[in-house]
């Protein structure tokens, strides 16, 4: 009653003084927890509640030149661990399955578990066993040579039907590579994933053209490929946006319940798709060949049909296939189309680079088709991609969480600390590489490269399973792209316009391109 009564004669003066002693207070013990806390690293000094205001992937290299290879950072209250040098990484990038200390990339994150990620797949999934299974799994189908050979017809295919809207949209056009090749690995990744076309490259011809050639398309198709980019845009969401701010801010409550509609519905059509599959399996005689995407292949593993059954092994479930499903085309399109525009950027600025590359293209190829095999010996390319893969990394962080408290470099750390592994850290360091600046794609000619400096693929058991597969996709399209074409940036001086976040996302890149047989 008394507190009542005080709070009904309280004055505005007296509401204020009270509401800054109450601020003070707890900006002062903020202060007094972060300058005494255990085991501190250098870093910038955080804001109360919400930590470090700056995008910490964007000021990584700042970070690192200020405080040193190993140094800290605040997000809201969450302690992230930076690591900019690679011995400082070899635990964190451990390959055995068996005694392994940083297993997981996340904390348990609710919003996560909302989405139903954390414990299904491999992206996010906390649990050890099942992603194990998984993994397992996922490596088998992305590493099999049939897999493989499919994909680079279906890379050829596909360049077919992209130059067909080029041709048609006048050679004098100027093309953005970005965007159209943000579209082509989405039909490629999602044909190579469920043997069907969902047309993205068509419906952005449309957006160009007026002879829509996608009309007589389903419209459902480009609502499939939208969902699929909300799954990606939920999955940040979810993961960063703690759960009392969804809970209590209005427009982020809306969000989060228009994402998860959003997902609900493209789970139940993800799910369809998976058991069509399963009863045209079913319906194929046992003697018939399956077709060679990767939906068929897991659905087989572990079947009456797979020859090389592990016996105690199991088939895996369709909610793990459903999340794999999103995990490969999350981890698969994006990645390799804006790598693939940065391989062409520094094409265009390093001539000497293009044409040994070119000369390799027409040594190994001439004219005929482009094969598994030949792409393999294409070893000048491989260590070109290395290079702009080690300058300009498609992903820029690669995240780790210790399940037991542990020690790097004499600082200790509770279990569940965030490590945040910076890829320009590593592979601009002066300790790992000489003349780190320099583009020179020579540096990995004939030699061995030791020790975690070059990881444009992450490394240890979480290393990228998708690694074979996308320098496979890109020399192909280099193949097909500069065997038939030259290409120009339409400004040399512009420097490479991206988008820093975990994922480098090449925003533009205006090229034009013009026959090599009319040159
Ligand atoms: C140039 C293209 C690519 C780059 C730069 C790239 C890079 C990466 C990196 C850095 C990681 C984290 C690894 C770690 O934590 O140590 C990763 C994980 C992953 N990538 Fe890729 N990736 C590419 C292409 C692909 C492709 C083509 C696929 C699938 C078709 C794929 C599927 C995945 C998956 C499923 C994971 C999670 C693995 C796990 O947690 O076990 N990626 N990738």
């Not at 202060?31 to 509640?49: A, C, D, E, M």
């Not at 970005?178 to 419906?203: E, G, H, Q």
């Not at 999340?323 to 085309?329: E, S």
Request: aromatic share 12%; proline share 4%.
């Amino acid at each position: 009653m008394a507190i009542l009564s005080f709070i009904e004669n309280i004055d505005l003066l007296t509401l204020l003084v009270l509401v800054s002693l109450g601020l003070a207070t707890y900006v002062a013990q903020f202060y007094f927890s972060y300058f005494t806390r255990k085991n501190p690293l250098p870093g910038p000094v955080p804001w109360p509640i919400i930590g470090v205001w700056e995008d910490d992937v964007a000021m990584a290299n700042k970070f690192q030149e200020k405080y040193g290879d190993i140094w800290e950072v605040w997000k809201w209250s969450e302690r992230h661990v930076w690591i900019g040098r690679a011995d400082l990484a070899t635990k964190l990038l451990n390959p055995s399955y068996s005694n392994n200390n940083f297993p997981s990339r996340t904390t348990k994150n609710e919003g996560l578990d909302l989405m139903d990620m954390t414990s299904k797949g491999v992206v996010f999934n906390l649990d050890w066993d099942s992603w194990n299974f998984n993994r397992k799994c996922v490596n088998r189908v992305l590493n099999s040579p049939k897999f493989l050979r499919q994909s680079i017809v279906c890379t050829q295919n596909l360049f077919t039907e992209m130059e067909k809207y080029w041709l048609s949209l006048g050679l004098d056009k100027e093309i953005d590579l970005a965007k159209w090749m943000s579209r082509f690995m989405m039909d490629s990744t999602l044909i190579m994933m469920t043997n069907k076309n969902f047309y993205a490259l068509a419906n952005y011809y449309d957006t160009f053209s007026n002879s829509s050639c996608s009309n007589h398309l389903s419209k459902d198709s480009e609502r499939f490929v939208a969902g699929i980019r909300t799954h990606f845009m939920a999955c940040v969401f979810f993961k960063d946006t703690p759960k009392y701010q969804r809970r209590f801010f209005p427009n982020l409550r809306r969000r989060s319940k228009e994402l998860l509609e959003e997902v609900a519905w493209l789970n139940r059509e993800v799910l369809k798709i998976i058991r069509e599959r399963k009863q045209e399996i079913d319906r194929t005689q046992l003697e018939d060949e399956l077709s060679s995407d990767m939906l068929t292949m897991l659905l087989n593993l572990n079947t009456s049909r797979d020859l090389n059954r592990e016996s105690a092994a199991k088939p895996i479930i369709e909610d793990d296939i459903r999340a794999i499903i999103y995990d490969i085309i999350g981890g698969g399109s994006d990645t390799t189309s804006n790598s693939f525009c940065y391989v062409v950027y520094y094409l265009s600025h390093y001539h000497e680079v293009r044409k040994v590359m070119l000369k390799e293209l027409e040594t190994v190829l001439g004219n005929d088709p482009i094969t598994y095999e030949k792409l393999q010996k294409l070893h000048y390319c491989d260590a070109m991609i290395k290079e702009v893969l080690r300058i300009m990394p498609t992903v820029s962080v690669v995240f780790r969480v210790n399940s037991k408290p542990d020690e790097i470099d004499g600082h200790h750390f509770e279990s569940s600390t965030i490590f945040m592994i910076s890829l320009p850290g590593i592979h601009m360091h002066n300790a790992h590489w000489d003349n780190p600046q320099k583009f020179d794609p020579q540096r990995f000619m004939d030699k061995n490269i030791e020790g975690n400096i070059l990881i444009p693929f992450g490394g240890g058991t979480r290393i990228c399973p998708g690694k074979q597969l996308s320098m496979l996709q890109i020399k192909a399209l280099l193949a097909l792209l500069y065997s038939k074409y030259e290409v120009e940036l339409v400004d040399m001086n512009a420097p490479i316009k991206y988008c820093s976040t975990t994922v480098n996302h090449c925003t533009e890149l205006m090229i034009k391109i013009r026959l090599r047989s009319e040159i």
